[in-house]
Protein backbone atom coordinates (compact mmCIF):
# COMPACT_ATOMS: atom_id res chain seq x y z
CA UNK A 1 0.00 0.00 0.00
CA UNK A 2 1.10 3.78 -0.20
CA UNK A 3 3.22 4.78 2.62
CA UNK A 4 4.66 7.61 3.77
CA UNK A 5 7.31 7.67 6.28
CA UNK A 6 9.21 11.05 8.15
CA UNK A 7 12.20 11.11 10.04
CA UNK A 8 14.52 13.06 10.90
CA UNK A 9 12.87 15.65 13.45
CA UNK A 10 14.01 16.90 16.87
CA UNK A 11 15.12 19.54 19.03
CA UNK A 12 17.27 22.37 17.47
CA UNK A 13 18.27 25.65 19.05
CA UNK A 14 17.06 28.86 16.93
CA UNK A 15 19.51 29.37 14.20
CA UNK A 16 20.36 25.93 13.69
CA UNK A 17 19.91 23.50 10.73
CA UNK A 18 18.12 20.12 10.36
CA UNK A 19 17.08 17.81 7.58
CA UNK A 20 13.97 15.84 7.62
CA UNK A 21 13.43 12.92 5.14
CA UNK A 22 10.28 11.19 3.79
CA UNK A 23 10.26 7.08 2.50
CA UNK A 24 8.12 6.50 -0.09
CA UNK A 25 7.07 3.52 -1.31
CA UNK A 26 4.12 1.78 -2.49
CA UNK A 27 3.95 4.33 -5.79
CA UNK A 28 5.64 5.25 -8.64
CA UNK A 29 7.45 8.36 -6.39
CA UNK A 30 9.83 9.45 -9.53
CA UNK A 31 6.12 10.02 -11.18
CA UNK A 32 4.32 12.24 -8.29
CA UNK A 33 5.02 15.77 -7.37
CA UNK A 34 5.35 15.56 -3.45
CA UNK A 35 4.91 18.24 -0.54
CA UNK A 36 5.95 19.46 2.95
CA UNK A 37 3.04 20.73 5.15
CA UNK A 38 3.41 21.70 8.93
CA UNK A 39 1.50 22.00 12.23
CA UNK A 40 2.40 23.99 15.05
CA UNK A 41 1.46 22.68 18.14
CA UNK A 42 -2.97 23.77 19.19
CA UNK A 43 -2.77 25.14 15.38
CA UNK A 44 -4.10 24.87 12.17
CA UNK A 45 -2.11 23.24 8.82
CA UNK A 46 0.43 25.01 6.73
CA UNK A 47 1.89 24.30 3.35
CA UNK A 48 5.27 24.84 3.21
CA UNK A 49 6.98 23.73 0.07
CA UNK A 50 5.93 21.38 -3.15
CA UNK A 51 8.15 19.78 -5.76
CA UNK A 52 7.63 18.75 -8.98
CA UNK A 53 7.91 14.90 -9.97
CA UNK A 54 10.79 15.10 -11.64
CA UNK A 55 12.66 17.99 -9.38
CA UNK A 56 12.51 20.64 -12.50
CA UNK A 57 10.20 22.84 -10.01
CA UNK A 58 9.72 24.08 -6.33
CA UNK A 59 7.08 26.27 -4.88
CA UNK A 60 7.70 27.52 -1.32
CA UNK A 61 5.34 29.17 1.53
CA UNK A 62 6.36 32.84 2.02
CA UNK A 63 7.41 31.97 5.46
CA UNK A 64 10.43 29.50 4.71
CA UNK A 65 11.66 31.34 1.41
CA UNK A 66 14.99 31.46 1.64
CA UNK A 67 15.66 29.07 4.98
CA UNK A 68 14.04 26.10 3.45
CA UNK A 69 14.81 23.75 0.33
CA UNK A 70 12.48 20.82 -0.64
CA UNK A 71 14.91 18.09 -3.10
CA UNK A 72 13.99 14.29 -3.78
CA UNK A 73 16.57 11.29 -4.99
CA UNK A 74 14.35 8.95 -6.97
CA UNK A 75 16.97 6.20 -6.71
CA UNK A 76 16.12 6.19 -3.14
CA UNK A 77 12.39 7.24 -3.14
CA UNK A 78 13.05 9.89 -0.54
CA UNK A 79 12.17 13.61 -0.42
CA UNK A 80 14.12 16.02 2.23
CA UNK A 81 13.72 19.35 3.65
CA UNK A 82 16.75 20.91 4.83
CA UNK A 83 15.97 23.40 7.18
CA UNK A 84 18.02 25.98 7.90
CA UNK A 85 18.09 29.58 10.12
CA UNK A 86 15.05 27.38 12.07
CA UNK A 87 13.28 30.31 14.13
CA UNK A 88 10.74 28.99 16.99
CA UNK A 89 7.98 29.61 15.46
CA UNK A 90 9.24 26.41 13.16
CA UNK A 91 8.12 24.28 15.84
CA UNK A 92 5.68 21.38 14.64
CA UNK A 93 4.77 18.70 13.40
CA UNK A 94 5.86 18.15 9.56
CA UNK A 95 4.20 16.18 7.48
CA UNK A 96 4.78 14.93 4.00
CA UNK A 97 2.40 14.52 1.66
CA UNK A 98 2.14 13.17 -1.82
CA UNK A 99 0.39 15.50 -4.66
CA UNK A 100 -3.04 14.09 -6.22
CA UNK A 101 -4.15 16.15 -9.04
CA UNK A 102 -3.03 15.28 -12.40
CA UNK A 103 -3.62 18.52 -14.07
CA UNK A 104 -1.25 21.02 -15.66
CA UNK A 105 -1.49 23.46 -12.72
CA UNK A 106 -0.89 21.42 -9.86
CA UNK A 107 1.82 19.28 -11.82
CA UNK A 108 3.46 22.33 -11.92
CA UNK A 109 2.68 24.59 -8.59
CA UNK A 110 1.52 21.58 -6.42
CA UNK A 111 -2.75 20.69 -5.79
CA UNK A 112 -4.49 18.90 -3.00
CA UNK A 113 -2.72 15.85 -1.01
CA UNK A 114 -4.56 12.73 -1.39
CA UNK A 115 -1.80 10.41 0.75
CA UNK A 116 0.05 11.79 4.37
CA UNK A 117 2.55 10.64 6.51
CA UNK A 118 2.48 10.55 10.17
CA UNK A 119 4.39 13.31 10.41
CA UNK A 120 8.08 13.90 12.29
CA UNK A 121 8.11 16.55 15.54
CA UNK A 122 10.51 19.50 15.26
CA UNK A 123 10.92 21.51 18.43
CA UNK A 124 13.11 24.59 18.22
CA UNK A 125 14.09 26.20 21.48
CA UNK A 126 17.06 27.39 23.40
CA UNK B 1 -2.32 35.15 -1.46
CA UNK B 2 -6.22 33.48 -1.23
CA UNK B 3 -7.12 33.84 2.53
CA UNK B 4 -9.92 30.51 3.59
CA UNK B 5 -12.14 31.79 6.43
CA UNK B 6 -14.11 28.54 7.82
CA UNK B 7 -17.06 29.30 9.85
CA UNK B 8 -17.96 27.96 12.10
CA UNK B 9 -14.92 27.28 14.26
CA UNK B 10 -17.02 24.82 16.64
CA UNK B 11 -19.74 22.94 16.00
CA UNK B 12 -21.70 21.29 18.22
CA UNK B 13 -23.86 18.46 17.21
CA UNK B 14 -25.17 14.66 18.15
CA UNK B 15 -24.83 12.11 16.28
CA UNK B 16 -27.14 11.06 13.40
CA UNK B 17 -27.95 15.24 12.64
CA UNK B 18 -26.81 16.65 9.79
CA UNK B 19 -22.98 18.80 9.50
CA UNK B 20 -22.79 21.77 7.34
CA UNK B 21 -19.51 23.29 7.13
CA UNK B 22 -18.77 26.58 5.40
CA UNK B 23 -15.12 28.05 3.99
CA UNK B 24 -15.20 31.34 2.26
CA UNK B 25 -12.74 32.66 -0.39
CA UNK B 26 -10.69 36.30 -0.79
CA UNK B 27 -10.15 36.17 -3.71
CA UNK B 28 -12.06 33.05 -5.61
CA UNK B 29 -10.70 29.91 -6.51
CA UNK B 30 -10.55 28.87 -9.97
CA UNK B 31 -11.69 26.81 -11.38
CA UNK B 32 -13.19 25.30 -8.04
CA UNK B 33 -9.38 23.67 -7.08
CA UNK B 34 -10.62 23.28 -3.89
CA UNK B 35 -9.90 20.32 -1.60
CA UNK B 36 -11.38 18.95 2.07
CA UNK B 37 -9.62 17.22 4.92
CA UNK B 38 -10.12 15.31 8.11
CA UNK B 39 -8.40 15.26 10.79
CA UNK B 40 -8.81 13.77 14.13
CA UNK B 41 -6.29 13.98 17.46
CA UNK B 42 -2.60 12.54 17.09
CA UNK B 43 -3.30 11.63 13.52
CA UNK B 44 -2.71 13.12 9.95
CA UNK B 45 -4.86 14.69 7.51
CA UNK B 46 -7.18 12.35 5.43
CA UNK B 47 -8.11 13.80 2.24
CA UNK B 48 -12.22 13.89 1.72
CA UNK B 49 -12.92 16.20 -1.25
CA UNK B 50 -11.36 17.44 -4.08
CA UNK B 51 -12.60 19.69 -7.06
CA UNK B 52 -14.74 21.04 -4.48
CA UNK B 53 -17.30 18.16 -4.85
CA UNK B 54 -15.25 14.86 -5.60
CA UNK B 55 -14.97 12.41 -2.91
CA UNK B 56 -11.90 11.14 -2.37
CA UNK B 57 -11.24 7.25 -2.67
CA UNK B 58 -12.96 5.26 0.06
CA UNK B 59 -14.87 8.27 1.80
CA UNK B 60 -18.39 7.40 2.38
CA UNK B 61 -20.97 9.25 0.53
CA UNK B 62 -22.53 10.76 3.62
CA UNK B 63 -19.63 13.70 3.02
CA UNK B 64 -20.79 16.09 0.19
CA UNK B 65 -18.58 19.21 -1.08
CA UNK B 66 -20.61 22.43 -2.98
CA UNK B 67 -19.64 25.40 -4.19
CA UNK B 68 -17.46 27.82 -6.24
CA UNK B 69 -15.61 31.05 -6.77
CA UNK B 70 -15.73 31.74 -3.05
CA UNK B 71 -18.26 29.84 -1.18
CA UNK B 72 -17.69 26.21 -0.74
CA UNK B 73 -19.30 23.83 1.65
CA UNK B 74 -19.00 20.35 3.25
CA UNK B 75 -21.61 18.51 4.27
CA UNK B 76 -21.96 15.17 6.25
CA UNK B 77 -25.59 13.92 5.89
CA UNK B 78 -26.02 11.42 9.20
CA UNK B 79 -22.95 12.15 11.82
CA UNK B 80 -21.49 9.25 12.34
CA UNK B 81 -19.36 8.92 15.95
CA UNK B 82 -15.80 8.45 13.93
CA UNK B 83 -16.59 11.60 12.35
CA UNK B 84 -16.41 14.13 15.23
CA UNK B 85 -12.90 15.45 14.32
CA UNK B 86 -11.40 19.03 13.09
CA UNK B 87 -12.36 19.90 9.02
CA UNK B 88 -9.80 21.79 6.99
CA UNK B 89 -10.40 23.49 3.43
CA UNK B 90 -7.72 23.88 1.46
CA UNK B 91 -7.28 25.72 -2.27
CA UNK B 92 -4.75 24.47 -4.97
CA UNK B 93 -5.73 27.53 -7.78
CA UNK B 94 -2.98 29.85 -6.62
CA UNK B 95 0.19 29.82 -5.40
CA UNK B 96 0.91 29.59 -2.43
CA UNK B 97 -1.22 26.71 -1.51
CA UNK B 98 -3.11 28.04 1.59
CA UNK B 99 -5.53 26.01 4.37
CA UNK B 100 -8.17 27.27 6.46
CA UNK B 101 -8.33 27.51 9.96
CA UNK B 102 -10.57 24.50 10.76
CA UNK B 103 -13.67 24.08 11.89
CA UNK B 104 -14.00 21.42 14.74
CA UNK B 105 -17.13 19.10 14.74
CA UNK B 106 -17.47 18.14 18.75
CA UNK B 107 -19.91 15.76 20.35
CA UNK B 108 -22.84 17.90 21.79
Known amino acids: QVQLVESGGGVVQPGGSLRLSCAAS????????MHWVRQAPRKGLEWVAF????????HYGDSVKGRFSISRDKSKNTLYLQMNSLRVEDTAVYYC???????????????????WGKGTTVTVSS | EIVLTQSPGTLSLSPGERATLSCRAS???????LAWYQQKPGQAPRLLIY???IRATGIPDRFSGSGSGTDFTLTISRLEPEDFAVYYC?????????FGGGTKVEIK
Open chain 1, 97 to 115: AKEGSGTYYAVNNGGYMDV
Open chain 1, 26 to 33: GFTFSTYG
Open chain 1, 51 to 58: IRYDGSNE
Open chain 2, 27 to 33: PSVSSSY
Open chain 2, 51 to 53: GAS
Open chain 2, 90 to 98: QQYGRSPLT
